[in-house]
């Protein structure tokens, strides 16, 4: 058969945040640039997140970059890298900046400057009183953002490929990227896109869990393609639990809420979180509030007939604070609960909500793995950036509005690379042809006709495996089985047909090859998790309940291949200042 | 619950049909629970989807003769049998997915981003509460294509009249205090059909699922126009 083949001096393989910030760097910098997104780019995961992006503007109460690279790093469970966060909260401001020039319609205050709410893990110098450093557009940051962006790249002229599905990498022997072979979903032919470099910025994997916050799309196709080309996955077993999503369902509620003024109560009308951190209270750090829900309601203070939720209070604010801040998810609750959050409380649980690990890169977003005499050797011609990617600014634990500001920092970071990249490889390497059948041979394996497993079922088995086997809490003989039973998926899968075998937007066959993804992807989770016999973060042990820094203060990194893993030291040293050495962790 | 629903696969259709499904439903369910109720039965239906929650935009349909959102559409609101077919006046590709390519050019053709000509300063360009406020009830719009595809004046002109979305975000960047270049915008919308085939039909507020007022979007652009013309 033979595939049309196309050419670029950069291949961007995702449009949400990430993609188009970089996207946007390089079309200023007049690179040949394509973006290939499953989705019109407007419907990228980037368009739901609500809160806000974090920089130490200091226009609400006093704050600085440092004092967010400390709470980063704390958040973080001190697993973060101290030179990536540096370099980050140190480019906050500008970025916020330059987002509110290109047309993010931030919120403002009185003063003309943009809005700053106070989220969770946030303080003025270095654990002290509560900071108010996310920077919001109402509720909807990141729809304001993700357009505003897109708008950009319309105006840059970037070049477009909306509606085409990633099928994996092209690497040759020596182990260089050379762009994807990708698939039109519309016509259902494949095409070939040689890129002399290609970014991966294809968001995260929360359709790994039954209830999560996440898009439908959202289902790590970056990091299953990355696991197939020999990559391994760093940190997977830092999985985010959002503690308020909507109890049952999973839709999202911001933290704004929470920063707004909003707090928890348990079934006796307790604000519980005094109890869990006293300081900080409903403002602690997300895995901290998650587990603080957890105990709640399997201590039997969860409220409702069946106890299985806790209630998040907003009524005192005023229905003037809600509709002017909380828009959104007024809109959001009234829809799906019949109920206003500006007169009752919201019944909430936590949810599967924000991917911590990923795609092993340096600051400057190149994909780097281990070799035999380093843990960080670059792959020639590939990138990643944004929630797919692990560069670690996260850790253990993110903080709420450090992924906006993730996105368009190490968006920009790796397009700047790329630029500089470019300069220095002038060719395109010759096309690996074997690398490509490769490829084909994945889509075509969907063309087998008969009976078998259907993808729904399977999927929904995985994800409910990954929930009750990969939760919250876990032990090493839950995760052992979970290992066991997600890799009797895997197997499966290869059992699985589809009944939809039409060309044209066949739905089917990209569900199919998402699940593929998923099941990857999965694995990587549950495998690292098993390993990892410590709690740090969000990976909480109750075999192992204690931080254990003389054993774990390391990054996993898993290969799904032969399901191996490796470990590489995390960066402690910053690029400038002092490092923050391991603290307990007390909100 | 009896869905009539219409189905197209150009591989093997002469034209669309439509066809029925029934699946039990709960109280809570949403148009969108139901169209994966109906996959399961049926993996050949094709729908857009993403976000699930009427934040993403994908899922634009025609419900009972009216456009919505499924994800955000409540079943219990429904008579039955509930008829869905694609957004109208669009080239349909595939059952409920339509070609989403116009629509994207008249967006893209009222240069949907801000334009400003003075330096830049090194901080934020100060906004009042109240400027930023004109642009509520604009910004939020999620470009799902309810409005366009409700609009009469787009369905027979849909090359030369923007359409009701694509109107609203210019009136987005024209209200914005920071935005430089509201006589381009103007001159861009002139003549007789960008702005003026816009005959008030007032379809498009009736099925924006966010609320949006673009028929106030459009008179306003016609007001500050004479107002500028004069």
Not at chain 1, 498 to 508: E, G, V, W
């Amino acid at each position: 058969m033979s595939v049309a083949r196309r050419k670029f001096d950069t291949l961007v393989i995702g449009s949400g945040g990430g993609g188009l910030r970089a996207a946007l760097q390089l079309a200023k910098a007049d690179a040949n640039v394509a973006v290939v997104s499953k989705v019109f780019p407007t419907r990228s995961h980037t368009v739901a997140a609500q809160g806000g992006i974090n920089a130490a503007l200091a226009n609400v109460v006093p704050d600085n970059w440092h004092w967010h690279m400390y709470d980063t790093i704390k958040g973080s469970d001190y697993l973060g890298d101290q030179d990536a966060i540096e370099y980050m909260c140190r480019a906050a401001s500008h970025l916020v900046v330059e987002l509110e020039h290109a047309g993010v319609p931030f919120s403002r205050l009185d003063n003309g400057k943009i809005y700053q709410r106070p989220f969770g893990g946030q303080s003025q110098n270095f654990g002290g009183d509560q900071a108010a450093r996310t920077c919001a557009a109402a509720d909807r940051t990141g729809h304001a953002m993700l357009h505003t962006l897109y708008q950009q790249n319309i105006q840059a002229k970037t070049h477009f490929f909306d509606e085409y599905f990633a099928i994996d990498l092209i690497r040759d022997e020596k182990g260089a990227v050379l762009g994807a072979v990708v698939l039109e979903i519309e016509t259902g032919e494949p095409l070939i896109i040689e890129a002399k470099t290609t970014l991966l910025a294809t968001g995260g994997a929360g359709q790994i869990f039954r209830t999560n916050t996440n898009a439908r799309i959202n289902t790590g196709d970056g990091l299953g393609m990355a696991l197939r080309a020999g990559i391994p996955l760093q940190d997977m077993e830092f999985f985010q639990f959002h503690p308020t999503g909507i109890a049952g369902k999973g839709m999202l509620i911001t933290e704004g809420a929470r920063g707004e003024g909003g707090y928890l109560l348990n079934k006796d009308g307790e604000r519980f979180m005094e109890r869990y951190a006293p300081h900080a209270k409903d403002l602690a750090s997300r895995d901290v509030v998650s587990r603080a829900i957890y105990t709640e309601v399997k201590e039997g203070r969860g409220c409702g007939p069946k106890g299985d939720h806790v209630l998040l209070k907003l009524d005192h604010l005023g229905e003037e604070v809600v509709q002017k801040r909380l828009p959104g998810i007024r809109q959001t609750v009234k829809t799906f609960l019949h109920i206003d959050p500006a007169y009752e409380a919201i019944p909430i649980y936590p949810t599967a909500h924000y991917t911590m690990g990923g795609i092993p890169t340096n600051r400057h977003g190149q994909v780097v793995v281990p070799m035999a005499n380093t843990s960080e050797e670059q792959v020639a011609g590939l990138y990643a950036a944004g929630e797919c990617a692990c560069v670690s600014v996260h850790g253990a634990n993110r903080l709420g509005g450090n992924s906006l500001l993730d996105i368009v920092v190490f968006g920009r970071a790796a397009g700047n690379h790329i630029i500089k990249y470019l300069k220095e490889h002038r060719q395109h390497r010759p096309l690996d042809m074997a690398s490509v059948d490769r490829a084909l041979a994945r889509l075509a394996r969907w063309d087998l006709k008969g009976e078998g497993e259907s993808v729904q079922t399977l999927k929904a088995e995985l994800q409910k495996t990954m929930e009750e086997y990969c939760g919250v809490f876990r032990n090493q003989e839950i995760l052992d089985q979970g290992i066991e039973r997600v890799k009797d998926i895997r197997q499966r899968l290869q059992n699985v047909r589809l009944q939809d075998h039409s060309q044209i937007f066949n739905t089917a066959r990209i569900e199919a090859l998402e699940l593929e993804n998923l099941v990857e992807v999965a694995l990587a989770t549950v495998v690292s998790a098993a390993n990892r016999k410590e709690s740090r973060g969000a990976h909480s042990r109750t075999d192992h309940p204690e931080r254990d820094d003389v054993h774990w203060l390391k990054h996993s990194l898993c290969f799904t291949t032969d399901l191996r893993l490796e470990y590489k030291p995390v960066r402690m040293k910053p690029l400038t200042v002092d490092s923050f050495p391991p603290k307990p962790r007390v909100y | 619950m009896r869905f009539l629903i219409q189905r197209f696969n150009p591989e093997t259709d002469k034209k669309p049909y439509m066809q029925e499904y029934e699946i039990t439903v709960t109280p809570d369910m949403m148009l969108l629970d139901a169209f994966k109720a109906i996959k399961e039965q049926d993996e050949s239906l094709a729908i857009r989807y993403s976000c699930g929650e009427g934040v993403c935009g994908s899922d634009a349909v025609n419900i009972n003769g009216v456009n919505g959102l499924s994800c955000i559409t409540p079943l219990a609101e429904l008579k039955e049998p509930v008829t869905v077919n694609p957004v109208p006046g669009m080239p349909i590709i595939r059952d409920l997915i339509v070609d989403m390519s116009q629509f994207y050019h008249q967006y893209r053709a009222v240069k949907p981003y801000l334009i400003r000509h003075d330096p830049e300063p090194e901080m934020e360009v100060l906004q009042s509460p109240e400027e930023r406020d004109k642009l509520d009830g604009l910004y939020e719009c999620i470009l799902c294509g309810c409005c366009s595809t409700a609009c009469p004046s787009f369905w027979w002109n849909p090359d030369k009249f923007r359409g009701p979305a694509a109107l609203l975000q210019a009136w987005r960047f024209l209200a914005d205090s920071r935005d430089q270049a509201t006589a381009m915008r103007l001159d861009e919308l002139e003549g007789p059909y960008r702005l003026f085939r816009c005959h008030t039909i007032m379809n498009c507020m009736n099925v924006c699922p966010k609320q949006l007022n673009p028929t106030e979007a459009i008179g306003n652009i016609k007001k500050l126009m004479l107002k500028h013309s004069i």
